[in-house]
């Protein structure tokens, strides 16, 4: 049996395990000697700190009081026990145990440093911390016990704003021990992520390396440079300092290969290329090393942007040998693979990844990709949501589950995602995923016909965009430029007034100085041009005033004369066809590789899709469809490359093919309001008018804003009233001219809108104000008593047309013959009204008969709308409230002039509870009540006496007026029709 050990030896005892780490037995020890000793303050302070070692604080506090009672003088237990109240979240305790500390020892340097640190990090009170640094900096006197707070003191003034005093403080420190010089470091890294603070944050490092006592120190405090340049972007500094670290040390070769990552992210690919082999070559006897696996890795990652794909894969299987477990080489080759169609292979190469380093979530990420290129989206999902479990505060994997959820049209759980994302930190300051969160989630309400919002978020998207210009700047990222240009360009059409041009043609530009190849923004620069140059050539601005920006901006581009204004136009072409030309350069080359390469169709199918574009957006149409043809015909799934066939088509004249690419676009994409729009003007264009009708409904029951639609449909009602007219059903005629008229200036009204889908161009407005011109007209002709202000509408609307659109002569024509018309004493007008007097003259002598016998009077009510009693079950249906019901039931027997009195009717019973989804309700329960006469009741006698003598006048004056509406005819108004053909793709952040 051992002997009992003495108070002392398990002391020692359990300092020694304590020391070991081993805190559970040190505590049993520890324990054991208070047994032996239960009044020793030493004992329970050493219970105490054990304790605070196993987290258990509140434990540990009751030994620490007992330390100080058993000894008045006990600095060290207060001091410990304020950091296990600090670590419990009681501040205020803490402090109060910091400073019953320091009353007991005046120079306790742990106890002022734990004080300083508690009020700077904890509760932000610098001031307060600046006072116990000086505090403690005046009583210490050993110069290796102020050096701390020295440091404490740099931190507290920094965080007050005090950098030439923090800097005095830190070099105080620095002067008594060097290995506090970490604290320009950090103090550097700290500036380099704030914005313009770059030759600051430099200057700190400059600092380390003005330090350094030899070419190996000096060597490595430029490649401390170099790393926090490059892991903010800032690559042409972080090459500089790369250079000097090897310049210092030529021995060292990781400089070599932080170069090539360097010019990697730069695109600066033959560059790149030397430095990985340099450094392989340097090092390539080495095994197991993780710098050589990734210098392969990367090498093989420059060849695979080169579209060297041999090469790629070489080197992807290189960086594997050279490391185990590596990953990134397999995540390499899994990419390659997919771009030759090799996916089987591609999948088992990314699984290999994921076996590899199971937590990655790069991997898992990418195996996802994998899964939702080929269709699989479910076990994408999967993937995607392994990678957010594993690493919940990045936000790739966020931002690809919204992309998922977005193709499989569940477009709330998408913005949820997608929400998630963008409120995630970046991985690096070179993560665009939270701000392409963003851009999807505006892309996605204005799919959803929620314009307003969807403009809001545009607006917060483009904003955030330009903030983030200088990042994408120093990364030279140029997708940065063709998303805030397209932006710009789309939804705002903003203006650069000191430039002379639009915001989106300086940004697409500056895109294109970092990547001169870059498909996306010449696309959008070549589109951009041939824009401008109908702009210019239309002209308008005073008379398409309605229309501010555009209106603002002709006038800025309308300086000088016309022949100035041809110069421009001209200009513009030329740039125009550069781009063009260039853009068709660099697709002819790309599809070159496509074959040589063997890479797999829908790459192929891309490629074909913008060589479309480009063709259609100069108008070469035959050019444009075999391009167009080639894309379907690589991918048969290829939603936009079927729409642009239509829209080719189209152009084409070919209304038969176009409807049948529409409908192949439609069911590959089928929430896209642009396609079902297309597909109801091909119906329209085809004559196939209640089709057309249909399908322009249907888009207008999910978006009533839908600006396309609503112009198609107005078409549609003018086409409607033409058929009757010309079988001289004219009051069917009367009804379809009114309609259309209505629609007409509703989109006329929305044009202005934040609600409205798109701004109208001066082109659009004028056609649209010619066309209700031309249905007013119609109107005109097809009613029975006629309504001259109706002409004198149309005649302002011809007039509006602007002497440079392709409709002004056909507009003047038009005007001039109605202002013939209206004369008074003109022939036709003489008939009509002699006609319209014979008839007033016995319709009088009519109605005297009636006041004077029945006392009555006849009422004609004119066509209207009502709410249909299926809307009053549909809003039931849809949870409207009783009391609302009540209004809306008694709204059903009322007749309303127009859909907008009755729409506004009901906007007014219900307020702020008024929905998107209850409008929509409404609009698709209005239904047409025709024109109709009512007579009151009449007396027998004298309704015979009074009756059939003027019954002869009337109906002689009503045969005067059917032969003056046919002869009216004769005025010949030319029909013109509004082009609603959407070409744009969608604006969404694929990535």
């Avoid at 899994?334 to 292979?345: S, V």
């Avoid at 899964?371 to 957010?388: D, H, N, P, T, V």
């Avoid at 069911?667 to 009708?693: F, G, H, I, Q, V």
């Avoid at 005025?971 to 082009?979: G, H, N, P, Q, R």
């Amino acid at each position: 049996m051992e002997p009992q050990k003495s108070f002392d030896e398990l002391l020692k005892e359990g300092t020694e395990l304590f020391d070991a780490k081993k805190y559970d037995e040190a505590l049993a020890v520890f324990l054991s000697a208070v047994q032996l000793n239960g009044n020793s303050p030493v004992a329970f302070y050493d219970v105490g700190i054990t304790n605070s070692y196993l987290g258990n604080y509140s434990e540990a506090e009751k030994w620490y009081e007992k330390a100080v009672q058993a000894s008045e003088h006990y600095p060290d237990a207060y001091n410990s026990w304020g950091v296990a109240l600090e670590n419990q979240g009681e501040y205020a305790r803490a402090i109060e145990k910091y400073k019953k500390a320091l009353e007991q020892d005046s120079q306790y340097v742990f106890a002022y440093s734990n004080l300083a640190r508690l009020l700077l990090d904890k509760l932000d009170k610098p001031d307060e911390a600046v006072r116990v640094c000086e505090e403690a900096l005046k009583k210490l006197t050993d110069e290796k016990d102020k050096v701390k707070f020295h440091v404490q003191m740099g931190h507290a003034l920094r965080k007050k704003g005090l950098d030439r005093e923090a800097a005095e403080h830190y070099d105080a420190a620095v002067a008594v021990d060097e290995a506090h010089l970490s604290v320009y470091q950090d103090w550097g890294a700290e500036l380099m992520r704030k914005p313009g603070k770059l030759e600051e944050a430099v200057g700190k490092y400059q600092r380390l390396i003005a330090a350094a006592k030899d070419k190996a120190q000096k060597a490595e405090a430029y490649k401390k440079l170099g790393d926090a340049c490059r892991e903010e972007g800032y690559y042409d500094e972080a090459i500089k300092a790369y250079e000097s670290a090897l310049a210092e040390n030529a021995e060292d070769t990781e400089p070599l290969l932080l170069l090539g990552h360097c010019y990697n992210n730069l695109r600066n690919y033959p560059q790149a290329e030397t430095y990985y082999n340099q450094f392989i070559e340097k090092n390539k006897d080495k095994q197991d090393d993780w710098n050589l696996a990734t210098a392969y890795g990367q090498l093989g990652w420059v060849f695979y942007y080169r579209n060297e794909y041999d090469k790629a894969l070489e080197n992807f299987a290189l960086a594997e040998e050279k490391y185990k477990p590596y990953g990134w080489g397999y995540m390499g080759s899994a990419r390659a693979g997919q771009d030759r169609g090799e996916y089987d292979l591609a999948l088992a190469d990314i699984q290999k990844a994921v076996e590899l380093r199971p937590d990655a979530y790069n991997f898992r990420i990418e195996f996802g990709y994998q899964y939702e290129f080929i269709g699989e989206y479910e076990k994408a999902l999967e993937q995607y949501r392994l990678a957010a479990d594993n690493l919940p505060d990045v936000p790739a994997p966020f931002f690809r589950l919204g992309y998922v959820l977005n193709i499989l049209k569940r477009y709330d759980d998408a913005i949820a995602e997608y929400e998630r994302a963008q409120t995630k930190k970046p991985d690096t300051v070179l993560d665009f995923d939270p701000l392409f969160a963003t851009h999807n989630i505006a892309d996605l309400l204005n799919l959803q016909g929620r314009y307003r919002q969807a403009k809001r978020k545009w607006r917060e998207t483009y904003e955030r965009y330009l903030a983030a210009e200088p990042i994408a700047a120093r990364q030279r990222y140029p997708d940065i430029y063709q998303y805030a240009g397209a932006i710009s360009w789309e939804f705002f059409q903003m203006f650069d007034e000191k430039e002379k041009t639009f915001k989106c043609e300086l940004l697409f530009k500056q895109g294109l100085t970092y990547d001169p190849e870059h498909i996306g923004l010449l696309l959008a620069l070549l589109e951009f041009y041939m824009e401008i140059r109908k702009l210019l050539e239309y002209g308008g601005a005073k008379q398409n005033s309605r229309n501010k920006w555009l209106a603002q901006v002709i006038a800025i581009l309308e300086t000088g004369d016309d022949s100035t204004l041809v110069r421009k136009s001209i200009d513009v072409n030329w740039q125009g066809m550069q781009v063009f030309q260039t853009l068709i350069r660099i697709l002819d080359k790309r599809l070159e590789t496509v074959e040589t390469q063997k890479l797999n169709t829908k790459i192929k199918a891309q490629y074909h899709l913008n060589r479309a574009k480009a063709y259609l957006a100069i108008e070469r149409h035959a050019d444009a469809k075999k391009d167009a043809e080639k894309a379907v015909a690589c991918d048969d799934r290829y939603a936009e490359a079927y729409s642009t066939l239509g829209v080719v088509c189209m152009r084409l004249e070919d209304y038969k093919s176009a409807m049948q690419n529409f409908r192949l676009a439609i069911e590959n994409d089928t929430d896209n309001l642009a396609y079902l729009s297309n597909l109801a003007e091909a119906y329209l264009k085809a004559e196939m008018l209640d089709e057309a009708r249909k399908q322009y409904e249907t888009v207008l029951k999910i978006s009533p804003f839908h600006l396309d639609s609503i112009i198609g449909l107005a078409e549609t009602f003018a086409a409607l009233g033409d058929v009757p007219k010309e079988g001289k059903r004219f009051e069917d005629a009367e009804e379809m001219y009114t309609q259309a008229i209505e629609c007409y200036t509703r989109a006329l009204s929305l044009a202005d809108s934040d609600d409205a889908s798109k701004v109208l161009k001066p082109q659009e407005v004028a056609a649209i104000r010619y066309a209700r011109g031309y249905a007013r007209v119609m109107l005109f002709e097809s009613q029975t008593h006629r309504d001259e202000r109706i002409l004198r509408d149309a005649r302002r609307d011809f007039e509006s047309i602007p002497p440079t659109d392709k409709n002004y002569q056909k507009a003047k024509r038009s005007a001039k013959k109605i202002t013939e018309k209206l004369r008074p004493f003109s022939p036709s007008n003489l008939e009509q009204r002699a006609g319209g007097w014979v008839i007033m003259i016995a319709f009088i002598a009519f109605l005297v008969g009636q006041f004077m016998f029945f006392l009555g009077q006849p009422v004609r009510v004119p066509p209207g709308y009502r709410l249909t009693e299926a809307g009053v079950d549909a809003l039931q249906a849809a949870g409207v409230p009783d009391e609302l019901l009540l209004g809306i039931e008694a709204l059903v027997a009322e007749r309303f002039d127009s859909q907008k009195d009755l729409l506004d009717t009901v906007s007014a019973l219900f307020g702020d509870a008024m929905t998107l989804d209850t409008h929509r309700t409404v609009v698709a329960n209005i239904e047409p009540v025709p024109a109709s006469m009512d007579y009151q009741q009449v007396d027998v006698g004298f309704y015979a006496l009074f009756t059939f003598g003027p019954l002869i006048f009337f109906v002689a004056g009503a045969y005067l007026q059917q032969i003056s509406r046919l002869k009216f005819a004769g005025i010949e108004i030319e029909k013109s029709s509004v082009d609603q053909i959407s070409t744009s793709g969608s604006l969404g952040v694929s990535k």
